[in-house]
C-alpha cells in the first residue's frame, strides 16, 4: 500500500493564481515525520519544510504555506500569488518507524504560465 | 551549507558496461541513498548505508550494488548496465543527530544506457 499519495500529477495554473497540492498519508504510528521537497528543472530536491506528527500548527513562509491535519492524514501545500519561479516538480515524504527511510510521494508537477 | 555532490551531471554508457556513480557529502553524515527517479514513478530507493562498510536494499536493489569504504563517499554500481537502467539517479545523507531524519539531496546524474 502506498504509504504516501499525491492524487494531482500535473498542475497549471496562470502567474499570481494560488495552487494547493494535496498530501494524504498512511502510517500506524503515533511519532512521524512529514516533509516537502521542491524539484526545480535543474533537478535537485530542495527541502521546504519538516512536520513532526506532535505538532499541528499551520506554517507559513512567505507565500508558502502548510495545512496539516491529522484527523484527514493530510498534509497539504500551498502556493500563494504563484510566480513562474515556483514552476518545479513538488513531492511530499514520510518518515515514521524511527527509520532512516522516507517513502515518497509521486510528486506534483506544477506549471505556472505567464 | 550542506553540500552533496555527484560526479557527472549527465551520462551515456552502452548496454554491458559497467558504471561508477559516485556521491560526497561534506557534513559528517552517517546515513546516505541512492534512488532512482522516474517519469510517473516517483523517487525509489535503491540502496542505503547508515555506516561506512554497512549497506542495506531498498526497494529496487536488482542489477545495483554500492560501496561505502570512508564516510562521506557512497558509490553506486551497475555491474552490467541495460537500457531499462536509464534513469535519473539521486544520491542523499542524512545525520542520525537528530531525530526526523531529513534528508539532503546532489544534483543528480541523468544515466542514459544505449
Known amino acids: 500500500a502506498q504509504k504516501v499519495t499525491q492524487a494531482q500529477t500535473e498542475i497549471s495554473v496562470v502567474e499570481k493564481e494560488d495552487v494547493t497540492l494535496d498530501c494524504v498519508y498512511e502510517?500506524?504510528?503515533?511519532?512521524?515525520?512529514l516533509f516537502w521537497y521542491k524539484q526545480p528543472p535543474s533537478g535537485e530536491l530542495v527541502f521546504l519544510i519538516r512536520r513532526n506528527s506532535f505538532d499541528e500548527q499551520n506554517e507559513i513562509s512567505g507565500r508558502y504555506s502548510w495545512n496539516f491535519q491529522k484527523s484527514t492524514s493530510s498534509f497539504n501545500f500551498t502556493i500563494t500569488a504563484s510566480q513562474v519561479v515556483d514552476s518545479a516538480v513538488y513531492f511530499c515524504a514520510l518518515s515514521d518507524k524511527g527509520n532512516n527511510r522516507l517513502a515518497f510521494g509521486k510528486g506534483n508537477q506544477v506549471v505556472v504560465i505567464p | 551549507d550542506v553540500k552533496v555532490t555527484q560526479s557527472s551531471r549527465y551520462l551515456v554508457k552502452r548496454t554491458g558496461e559497467k558504471v561508477f556513480l559516485e556521491c560526497v557529502q561534506d557534513?559528517?553524515?552517517?546515513?546516505m541513498f541512492w534512488y532512482r527517479q522516474d517519469p510517473g514513478l516517483g523517487l525509489r530507493l535503491i540502496y542505503f548505508?547508515?555506516?561506512?562498510?554497512?549497506?542495506e536494499k531498498g526497494d529496487i536493489p536488482e542489477g545495483y550494488s554500492v560501496s561505502r569504504e570512508k564516510k562521506e563517499r557512497f558509490s553506486l554500481i551497475l555491474e552490467s548496465a541495460s537500457t531499462n537502467q536509464t534513469s535519473m539517479y539521486l544520491c542523499?545523507?542524512?545525520?542520525?543527530?537528530?531525530?526526523?531524519?531529513?534528508?539532503?539531496f546532489g544534483p543528480g546524474t541523468r544515466l542514459t544506457v544505449t
Open positions: 502510517t500506524r504510528d503515533t511519532t512521524y515525520y
Open positions: 548505508s547508515y555506516d561506512v562498510k554497512m549497506k
Open positions: 542523499a545523507s542524512s545525520s542520525v543527530a537528530g531525530v526526523s531524519y531529513e534528508q539532503y
Open positions: 557534513m559528517d553524515h552517517e546515513n
